[in-house]
């Protein structure tokens, strides 16, 4: 009896050993992608928060670290583009990104649902109004959609593509 007891007792405290993490990735096709990217979709952004950040409050600092790529500030995370904008997501609130033009006035805000993916993120112009509709199924892809619905970039890693598979903005 002592033998089964001590070979169980092995077993149940090898069980653990044993086990598989499974990684798996989440896919889509675009309409399951739209269809997801919509549900619940907030077609304005209070003009409170829009207003909060016209200005680049940090501008002097961030331009002296322009096309460095993507940048740990202490407080915040910037971004450049290709386009000659730039993004500012801070840490006490990883839900807003802002982005600036290069002359540090308010181009657009993106309000995310999550900060882990797969996760959505609403665009909107300074009026509040939507601007663009992304899904992000992992870290280095996303689509986004107008506010139609129509399908108009996949980004891949750091370079968005158009329909055609054009590039059309690069961030650093």
């Known amino acids: ?3 089964v007891v001590y ?8 069980l653990p050993l044993c086990g598989y993490t499974l990684k798996g990735g989440v896919t889509f096709t675009v309409e399951q992608a739209r269809k997801e990217a919509f549900a ?6 209070p003009q409170s928060i829009i207003n909060a950040h016209l200005k680049d409050p940090n501008y002097k600092e961030n331009m002296k670290t322009k096309r460095k790529g993507y940048i740990d500030m202490g407080d915040r995370y910037i971004a450049f583009y290709s386009d000659d904008t730039y993004a500012i997501l801070y840490k006490n609130n990883m839900y ?6 290069l002359n540090g006035k308010l181009g657009m805000v993106g309000k995310r649902t999550s900060t882990s993916y797969p996760a959505k993120s609403y665009k909107y112009d300074t009026k509040g109004k939507l601007q663009s509709v992304i899904l ?3 870290k280095g892809e996303s689509y986004s959609f107008t506010p139609s619905g129509q399908l108009s970039a996949h980004w891949i890693d750091n370079k968005c593509y158009d ?4 590039l059309i903005i690069e961030r650093y």
Do not use: P, S
């Open 136 to 138: 992000y199924i992992r």
């Open 7 to 14: 070979t169980v007792l092995i077993l149940l405290l090898t």
């Open 1 to 3: 009896m002592k033998k």
């Open 163 to 166: 329909l055609n598979g054009n």
């Open 40 to 45: 619940d979709v907030q077609y304005r952004l």
């Open 96 to 101: 807003y990104e802002y982005y600036y033009h």
